[in-house]
Each structure stands twice: as structure tokens, then as C-alpha cells.
């Protein structure tokens, strides 16, 4: 830009703000980092026959820090995360309306970023209500990053479906029992529980042609199961 003072004529050059572009910078990478984590709470391609029926249900926690309770766990950003507040072990306890047949089961660890708050040893537990809980499987593991899947195969009460094992329950309990280097206080940043869709059922077989057979709606019918509908008060 250019100022005429008098007789003379004065040049002002723009300089840009450091401290601006730095910003610029700190939000572009918090937008990334964002993003990166809400992609990480995805489900992969192989569970498009699966459902997630977390949102089914009622959570409760043994304790919890101020703002890092239930909500912050189901947040779909792994960037949120659920810190217990008191003695282990620290339960998480999950309440479905109805019986539910579970067929996945995930949890998100990052001891990257949790350290000493990272769960080392789980265990977990299904029955029809909190009193009568069963111990079916078991977790262990040094410094996890992202999800960590719970094995269900011979948990019993579900048998197998297409040779995966089936975990049949109305509640489904959680339990941190160690952390890294002796932690008191455990981080849990996801959950996911999943069920068949039902919806969803395999393609048709394939004709003399070599081609799949497609109906007037698709390969693919689509039929909505009763209890994944919304709850009813009755």
C-alpha cells in the first residue's frame, strides 16, 4: 500500500501475523485429528451384516470423573473417554430392555495417549440382570491401541451363527481390573456391541448364466426385525 505525507511518499508493506497462521495451523490439525478419530469409531466393511445395538440400552458406571461419565464414552469420537473415579475394579454396566443376541463386541484402548490409565487386564460378564452374572471371557494386554475385539466363541447361551459365537443376555457388565503400571484410575474410550441385522439377508444364488438372480427389490431384501424397532412402554 502506498500513503502520500506530504512531498514524500511512504511504502507500507502487509506482513502477515505469525501468530495467525499459527492458529490456522492448531485448527486445521484439530480438524484432522477429529476427524481421524470419528472415522476410527466406524464399523470395517466385514460388519455390513451387523448391527450396532449399543444405543439399545441403559449405561451405568461404578463411578466417574465430572464430564468423563457415560456420555463421553458414547460419544462417537474416540477423542472423549470414560475416567472412573474410585477403587477397582471399575464396572461398566450395560442394560438391554430385552433379550439381545450379541455377536460382537469391541472396546477402544489408546495407552498412547492414556498411559497409566489404560486398562491392562478385563473381564466380562453376562447374565439376565446384575445378580446373576456369569464370567464368560477375558482380556489381556501391554499398551493397546484402538479397538480390541472380545472373544465370544463357547460363551454359551447363543451357540454359533455362521461361525461366529452368540452371546444371548440383558446385561452385560464390564470390568477394568488392572491397569498399566499399577494405575488406579482406568480410561475407556468406546464401546460397541453389536447383533446380526436381520435386515439383511445374503444374495440369491446365481443362475445358469453365472449371474446373480435379482428380484424386483434387489439381491439384498431388506425385512425389519420386530425387537430392533423402537421400544415400547407397555
Keep these: 500500500m502506498v500513503e502520500r505525507t506530504g512531498s514524500r511518499v511512504a511504502h507500507t508493506l502487509a506482513v502477515p501475523d505469525p501468530?495467525?497462521?499459527?492458529?490456522?495451523?492448531?485448527?486445521?490439525?484439530?480438524?484432522?485429528?477429529?476427524?481421524?478419530?470419528?472415522?476410527?469409531?466406524?464399523?470395517?466393511?466385514?460388519?455390513?451384516?451387523?448391527?450396532?445395538?449399543?444405543?439399545?440400552?441403559?449405561?451405568?458406571?461404578?463411578?466417574?470423573?465430572?464430564?468423563?461419565?457415560?456420555?463421553?464414552?458414547?460419544?462417537?469420537?474416540?477423542?472423549?473417554?470414560?475416567?472412573?473415579?474410585?477403587?477397582?475394579?471399575?464396572l461398566l454396566n450395560i442394560h438391554f430392555f430385552k433379550l439381545v443376541a450379541i455377536v460382537k463386541l469391541r472396546v477402544y484402548l489408546d495407552f498412547e495417549l492414556d498411559e497409566s490409565y489404560t486398562p491392562t487386564k478385563m473381564s466380562f460378564a453376562a447374565g439376565m440382570g446384575e445378580y446373576d452374572l456369569v464370567e464368560f471371557g477375558e482380556w489381556k494386554g501391554e499398551q493397546p491401541k484402538g479397538w480390541v475385539e472380545v472373544g465370544l466363541e463357547g460363551c454359551g447361551g447363543g451357540g454359533e451363527v455362521d461361525g461366529e459365537g452368540v452371546l444371548r443376555c440383558m446385561c452385560l457388565q464390564v470390568r477394568v481390573l488392572e491397569n498399566h503400571q499399577n494405575g488406579k484410575d482406568t480410561h475407556l474410550r468406546g464401546v460397541q456391541i453389536f447383533?446380526?441385522?436381520?435386515?439383511?439377508?445374503?444374495?440369491?444364488?446365481?443362475?445358469?448364466?453365472?449371474?446373480?438372480?435379482?428380484?424386483?427389490?434387489?439381491?439384498?431384501?431388506?425385512?425389519?426385525?420386530?425387537?430392533?424397532?423402537?421400544?415400547?412402554?407397555?
Design 195 to 234: 447383533s446380526r441385522d436381520e435386515r439383511v439377508k445374503a444374495p440369491r444364488e446365481k443362475g445358469e448364466n453365472g449371474n446373480v438372480e435379482v428380484g424386483e427389490e434387489g439381491y439384498a431384501d431388506l425385512e425389519e426385525s420386530d425387537w430392533m424397532g423402537e421400544p415400547e412402554l407397555r
Design 19 to 90: 501468530l495467525e497462521d499459527d492458529d490456522a495451523s492448531s485448527q486445521d490439525s484439530a480438524t484432522d485429528e477429529e476427524d481421524i478419530a470419528l472415522s476410527s469409531s466406524s464399523p470395517p466393511a466385514s460388519f455390513t451384516h451387523l448391527r450396532e445395538i449399543s444405543p439399545l440400552a441403559s449405561w451405568t458406571v461404578s463411578t466417574s470423573k465430572p464430564g468423563c461419565g457415560v456420555p463421553a464414552l458414547l460419544s462417537p469420537s474416540t477423542t472423549s473417554f470414560w475416567q472412573s473415579d474410585g477403587p477397582q475394579p471399575h
